[in-house]
């Protein structure tokens, strides 16, 4: 196995005429195994919206890539043109939107709109039909003809979240993004979501980078976590390390903030932890660790520099100064 | 003792219209809900999209009219109240939204979204008003100096508190959170869980917890009711439901929690 999208040292910032710069990404570094799923956690704010997008180059006006690069089967995608990486959104790396309602036509049928995309990169019209079935079918089983001729209100949101993800595999991409695909869906829909994707990796060695801001989603489903506060990596690591025994006074506290499944009402605390205070908005000049102001654990160097990502164990690495840093 | 919400064979039917504007039918949003709701007590109703949930909420806060069945607020009928009644009435229930930022005036200031349920009401005169915005506002955590700011300049989890704050200016007795903590990161999640359970007592406030995440109703909730096409198919204790669920739709909300649920560590600790 080797990795199939390497991103270094991301910089991504927003320029608002009022409050100046505001820094979304500060030298974000991962890379994503082919046939992996990687989680990416972060809360609002985290900068995890401006990741899913930069690794397209869709970031949306006002922000501005300031460094870096995302590489992809040897290219840099940042450095390509508007052309090259048209042939490459969708036919190699798809990206999947939390709201499926928008991202749907709501006049067309959801056949013709999986089509569409196949059209864009230059499928024949009779291939495109078939394409098209291939890739409802797998979806929706016996249902897919029904489906197909179906327009997107017709749809619940489970079923709309389906379409989307057919079009994204439509053209066998080797890499899906996919940005809070579930949070408008209910437990047991966005559980059917997952199962999906899972299913998609075993069969076509599917890479996924799914973002999300819930810990609970990736739990079980992702290989990989990693977990972005304001901008930055705090830590990255296997799943199972990251989610039972984190070590990055962030990720520790925001796990903390789960409630537990089961309640007893008798023994339980009255009150949920919480993390004090709330997320920084990072500027240009701002130093030391973006955590300091919050975390229970601060020490005299915490506010001074910020923390290096440095590796524990097992491919398991934190940026905290309590592991050297 | 009498309960202070109690609702009885509720239904609610919508008249589908087809794209000519004629009838396509009847949906049945809700088909007869039957539950009552002590003082400061908590009950959450689960359940997956299409359940029925968001309509009981609209129908208990007096904003949709039920097509039959009765909801008793203190003993009185809903239904049988006239207009002045009911306006009367509405106060005592307050419904917070999923979405903050859709749900407040983007152009008024904080203030003025906290005042204006006061304003409306008539009930707290004029030069009252400034002081109790300053309480309803430090009562949910947001200091004196974020009056003069509007919701775009909150974060979300201050613009749901804000929310809050409206709905407590009236001094409801039922506040329903249809959904409130869905759209929160956990953190935030958290500390607006943890703001309700502190001013629940203190308010002597039931709560109408509205959700489809099972692990959030099992710990802010005393009851859980799951519903299912209209009706509620399942209602116990949080503990009974959650350790026991028995029908399948409660089955399959248990099973989602839980295969999601790796268990929060204590590590660091």
Same mark, same amino acid.
Request: some cysteine.
């Given at each position: 196995m080797g990795s199939i999208l390497a991103v270094r040292d991301l910089h991504v910032a927003y320029d608002s005429p009022t409050a100046g710069e505001t820094i979304a990404l500060a030298g974000v570094s991962f890379s994503v195994e082919a046939g992996e799923i990687l989680g990416i956690l972060g809360e609002s704010g985290s900068g995890k919206s401006s990741l899913a997008a930069s690794l397209l180059c869709l970031?949306?006006?006002?922000?501005?890539?300031l460094g870096g690069s995302v590489v992809f089967q040897g290219k840099n995608l940042l450095a390509l043109g508007e052309e090259e990486l048209r042939g490459i959104r969708g036919a190699c790396i798809s990206l999947i939107f939390q709201e499926p309602t928008l991202a749907l036509h709501p006049t067309l049928r959801v056949g013709r709109q999986v089509e569409e995309v196949l059209r864009a990169h230059g499928l024949p019209a009779a291939a495109r039909r078939q394409n098209a079935e291939r890739v409802l079918a797998a979806l929706f089983g016996t249902e897919a003809a029904r489906i197909s001729g179906s327009y997107p209100h017709q749809l619940s949101g489970g079923q709309r979240q389906r379409v989307l993800i057919a079009q994204a595999i439509a053209c066998g991409p080797s890499l899906l993004i996919a940005d809070e695909p579930t949070a408008a869906l209910d437990s047991v829909t966005e559980a059917e979501i997952l199962e999906i994707f899972a299913r998609l990796r075993r069969e076509l060695h599917l890479a996924l980078v799914l973002i999300t801001h819930n810990p609970a989603l990736l739990a079980g489903f992702a290989d990989r976590v990693l977990v972005l506060y304001a901008g930055q990596v705090a830590e990255v690591g296997p799943a199972g390390a990251v989610l039972a025994?984190?070590?990055h006074p962030y990720t520790q506290a925001l796990l903390r903030c789960l409630p537990p499944v089961l309640t007893r009402r008798e023994t339980r605390k009255p009150l949920l932890p919480v993390i004090p205070g709330d997320a920084p908005r990072m500027t240009a000049d701002a130093v030391g660790c973006r955590f300091e102001p919050r975390?229970? *654990?601060?020490? *005299?160097q915490c506010a001074a520099r910020s923390p290096l990502l440095t *590796?524990? /164990?097992? /491919?398991h690495s934190v940026s905290c100064f309590k592991f050297g840093g | 003792m009498e309960p202070l919400l109690s609702v009885a064979g509720l239904v609610k039917q919508y008249v589908r219209t087809g794209p000519a504007g004629g009838s396509r039918g009847i949906l049945t949003a809700l088909d007869g809900v039957t539950f009552t709701l002590a003082a400061g007590r908590t009950l959450a109703v689960v359940g997956r999209s299409g359940s029925g949930k968001s309509t009981l909420a609209l129908c208990i806060a007096g904003l949709e009219r039920p097509t039959a069945g009765s909801i008793l607020v203190e003993g009185r009928d809903m239904a049988s109240l006239g207009a002045t009644e009911l306006r009367a009435l509405r106060p005592r229930i307050q419904l917070v939204f999923q979405d903050p930022a859709a749900s407040l005036n983007p152009r008024f200031t904080a203030e003025q979204l906290v005042a204006e349920p006061l304003q409306v009401q008539g009930r707290v005169p004029a030069r009252e008003r400034p002081g109790r915005v300053r309480l309803l506002m430090e009562c949910v955590g947001l200091s004196a100096a974020m009056r003069s700011r509007t919701p775009g300049e909150f974060s979300g989890g201050q613009r749901q508190r804000l929310a809050i704050a409206r709905a407590l200016a009236l001094e409801p007795r039922v506040l329903i959170?249809?959904? +409130?903590?869905? +759209?929160?990161d956990c953190s935030v999640q958290a500390q607006i869980a943890n703001l309700v359970a502190e001013l629940q007592p203190a308010l002597r406030l039931s709560c109408l917890f509205i959700t489809h995440d099972l692990r959030m109703a099992g710990w802010l909730a005393d009851e859980i009711a799951v519903m299912e096409r209209g009706r509620i198919v399942e209602m116990g204790s949080s503990e009974a439901v959650v350790e026991s669920p028995q029908h399948g739709v409660t089955q399959s909300l248990v099973a989602a929690a839980r295969a999601r649920g790796a268990a929060p560590p204590q590590a660091g600790r």
């Open positions: 970031l949306p006006s006002p922000g501005r890539i025994a984190p070590q975390c229970t *654990e601060r020490m *005299e *590796e524990l /164990a097992g /491919a | 959170l249809d959904e +409130a903590l869905s +759209a929160l």
